[in-house]
């Protein structure tokens, strides 16, 4: 659990504590931390952890004699992702759950899982919101395409894809000179 981002380690160890307090997990201590073991890094965390809780409590009722065949077998001991093929239909589960939940709403609360790309080498439209620094914006983008008319070519693409334009033209060119 070290290993884990912080809202993702806050989130599980509100769900242990509660786990801890509930009577129902008291006798199906192995089996609980070995699921949560294999889930952990691959669930959602959009669910209230009381939910998950519950989720978890029926998953493993429910599912409690395959999950024992594969903890006790001797591919799993060379093997521990094996028991994905149980504790896959989990998460499955959580996430239909957190579509249910939330598909009211229509928003799912993301929190810090916003995904932010940038390329190498930067444009100035890449670090500039047009919505806040509209101008700002708009003169970036005259910028880019200053340089884009006097370079010609666009100054983020890859050496492979210049290649591959280069050699489109070479092939053009050739193509053109054998039909004339």
Request: aromatic share 10%; hydrophobic share 35%; glycine share 4%.
């Amino acid at each position: 659990m070290a290993a884990l981002e912080k809202t993702r380690l806050d989130y599980f160890q509100g769900v242990i504590a509660q786990m801890e307090q509930d009577k129902r997990f008291e006798q199906q201590g192995n089996i609980i931390f070995t699921i949560l073991k294999d889930v952990i890094p691959d669930t959602p965390i959009y669910l209230d952890p009381d939910d998950f809780v519950e989720l978890l409590f029926d998953f493993i009722r429910f599912n409690n004699s395959g999950i024992q065949k594969i903890m006790y077998s001797r591919q799993y001991i060379h093997d521990p992702r094996l028991l994905r093929t149980v504790t896959g239909t989990l998460i499955q589960q959580v996430i239909a759950l957190s579509f249910d939940k939330h598909e009211d709403d229509g928003e799912t609360d993301t929190s810090d899982l916003n995904v932010h790309k940038l390329t190498w080498p930067y444009r100035d439209t890449d670090v500039l919101d047009p919505d806040e620094e509209p101008d700002e914006w708009l003169a970036a983008i005259d910028r880019s395409e200053k340089w884009k008319a006097e370079q010609k070519v666009d100054r983020r693409k890859s050496g492979l894809a210049r290649i591959d334009d280069k050699a489109m033209a070479l092939f053009e060119e050739k193509k053109q000179n054998e039909e004339n």
